[in-house]
């Protein structure tokens, strides 16, 4: 048995057949290939075939079918409908076309399938709606869009177009330079220049450099204008261009002999306390130490107001600094008046000038009415009597009223400036603003070159108290040099004309210095007094102005204007006055 003799490697049946041997199979199997294993003859059954459908033995394998209306997939296991379009909801709108396993959406002519791969549109939409464009339609993939033609750009709107270069359509108005922006355009300027607020003009950007600026100093820069500056030191003038010294006193040889004040872009000299500058308004004098007894009338009136009326105060002060104050020097008393007269102070009441300076600073602004004709009447009648500290008339001790007035009074003040006057007291006339010539000339005493002062505002009070300090002082001066020696009393003496009276007397000029103090604006001339006094006018003219520099030159009577509008009824008042 040649099976048990060698190793056959039949895996179910070795048969002996003479010299040699044969595999079997057991029933139910099958020999493969090999001629030795075996397999079962129903593999189907025998393996998970994974068959969707159908499995169908092969040979020494098997295949999977699918049933009648299916077709077996690629992995040639599962099956799938062979009309998909029918066995699901494609969703296609329009056509629903098979594929090997699954479906795809088509369109009819004319149409195209839209982004979602099952709905569809018109393959013309430039020509299936009002689209609405201006020059072309042009269709997209599911709507359409808007172009121009050439040289044409669309506009905001989508539909319509606009010139690629605005600039050549439109009178734009660009000062230099207009450059196209979209629909519109926009105006630019050329190097070195800088578009104005305007946005069309232009300016350089360096604009001192491209104008005549005039700054003395420094010009600068400032958006679409410029500014003047100045060095260190220097202020700018209220002309916005020229500068000036910020210390005019350290910056020039300015001569005072005692003090240098700034004033604006100039400078005033001044002073120690009892000494008045001389006519060369520089160097000093000591104010005699005279007797006298002076009466300050203030105009307290609404017109004048507050702020001002500290002005007239800080005036005062200054006038009672250049006084030697004590019971027999200068006695000082003080009359505020409105609709009213108010004593601020007798002549009796203080004996020092810091006490009365106390007593200026301490003052009430009435404001209310300008009665100076009861000023007057109270000053004659009451201010220089023994009773309100006046010394008595034997004394021969001059009796001076400084007069403050800014406007026309509401009373009658001829009279009772004309019985002061007849009482022996002097009156200085000081008047601003409003203040009215013929009043003024009423209430000074003669002559009025010496003893009126007109200003056209506060700011030249500074000047005129110079002056006037200047005037006591003379007064102080010549009541000194009249005192007798074997009495220590001074005597009287009435003012003696320079020359024989004059017979005829014509007004020649009437000056005026514009914008500025003037003090004694009339001119007359008298066949005597020019026989007598070298035919030289009787004329001194004095100019104040807080701006103006010191310097004589600038207010010589020769450079004053004519003064044309004083009237005729004053005319005959002063030709009548001399005649």
């Known amino acids: 048995d040649i099976c048990k003799s060698v190793n056959h ?36 059954k025998s393996v998970n075939h994974g068959c969707e459908h159908v499995c169908v033995n092969s040979g020494d394998s098997y295949t999977c079918k699918c049933h009648d209306g299916f077709l077996l997939r690629e992995d040639g296991k599962t099956c799938r409908n062979k009309d998909v379009c029918n066995s699901v909801d494609h969703g296609c709108e329009q056509v629903c076309v098979n ?19 099952k709905t569809c549109r018109y393959k013309d939409v430039c020509n299936s709606v009002d689209h609405g464009c201006e020059h072309i339609c042009v269709n997209t993939d599911d709507s359409y869009v808007c172009k121009c033609h050439e040289d ?54 360096d604009l001192c450099k491209s104008i005549d600026h005039g700054c003395e100093h420094v010009c600068i820069n400032n958006n679409n204008s410029y500014s003047c500056q100045c060095h260190e030191g220097f202020v700018l003038r209220q002309d916005g261009k020229t500068c000036r010294s910020k210390d005019v006193c350290k910056s020039i040889d300015h001569g005072c002999e005692y003090s240098c004040v700034n004033n604006d872009d100039s400078y005033i000299c001044k002073c120690q306390e009892g000494y008045v500058l001389k006519e060369d308004q520089k160097t000093c004098r000591r104010c005699t130490e005279g007797p006298i007894d002076l009466m300050f009338v203030i105009d307290g009136s609404k017109s004048l107001g507050e702020d001002n009326f500290e002005i007239v105060k800080q005036f005062v002060s200054g006038i009672l600094d250049t006084l030697d104050i004590s019971p ?11 609709t009213e007269v108010r004593t601020e102070f007798t002549l009796r009441q203080f004996s020092t000038a810091k006490d009365m300076k106390k007593a200026v600073s301490q003052m009430k602004y009435m404001g209310r009415g300008s009665m100076t004709g009861l000023a007057l009447r109270h000053m004659s009648e009451r201010s220089f009597t023994e009773t309100e500290g006046a010394r008595p008339s034997s004394a021969n001790v001059p009796r001076i009223s400084i007069v403050f007035t800014d406007g026309r009074a509401q009373d009658e003040v001829s009279e009772w400036a004309t019985r002061a006057k007849q009482r022996g007291i002097i009156i200085y006339a000081i008047g601003i603003g409003k203040a009215i010539e013929e009043e003024l000339l009423e209430i000074a005493s003669e002559p009025s070159y010496k003893h009126l002062f007109y200003a056209e505002d506060f700011t030249a009070l500074e000047d005129i108290s110079e002056e006037l300090r200047a005037q006591i002082c003379e007064a102080l001066k010549e009541s000194s040099h009249q005192q007798d020696a074997s009495s220590g009393r001074l005597h009287k003496t009435d003012p003696q004309p320079s020359g024989p009276e004059s017979t005829t007397i014509a007004i020649t000029d009437v000056i005026d210095c514009p914008h500025l103090a003037v003090h ?18 009787m004329l001194k003219c004095f100019c104040f102005s807080a701006k ?21 009824s004053e005319v005959r008042k002063l030709t009548q006055r001399y005649i």
């Open 152 to 205: 044409f750009i669309l506009k905001e709107d989508g539909k319509t177009c606009g010139s690629k270069n605005v600039c050549k359509t439109v009178t734009h108005g660009c000062e230099h330079v207009c450059v196209p922006t979209g629909n519109s355009y926009m105006c630019q300027c050329h190097k070195g220049f800088i578009l104005r607020r305007d946005r069309k003009t232009c300016r350089n950007k």
């Open 548 to 568: 103006a520099s010191k310097d004589n030159d600038q207010c010589k009577c020769e450079n004053l204007v004519t003064f044309q509008n004083y009237a005729t």
């Open 9 to 44: 490697g039949c895996e179910h049946v070795c048969a002996s057949a003479g010299d040699s041997f044969v595999c079997k199979c057991q029933e139910g199997f099958l020999l493969r290939e090999d001629g030795k294993s075996c397999r079962n003859k129903d593999l189907c």
């Open 520 to 537: 004694h604006k009339y001119l007359f001339e008298d066949s005597h007094i020019h026989s007598t006094a070298g035919n030289q006018p």
């Open 99 to 117: 594929t090997e396993d699954s479906y795809i959406c088509q369109c009819h002519e004319n149409f195209i399938l839209k982004e979602d791969g």
């Open 328 to 338: 027999k020097a200068a006695r000082v008393g003080l009359l505020q008046y409105s």
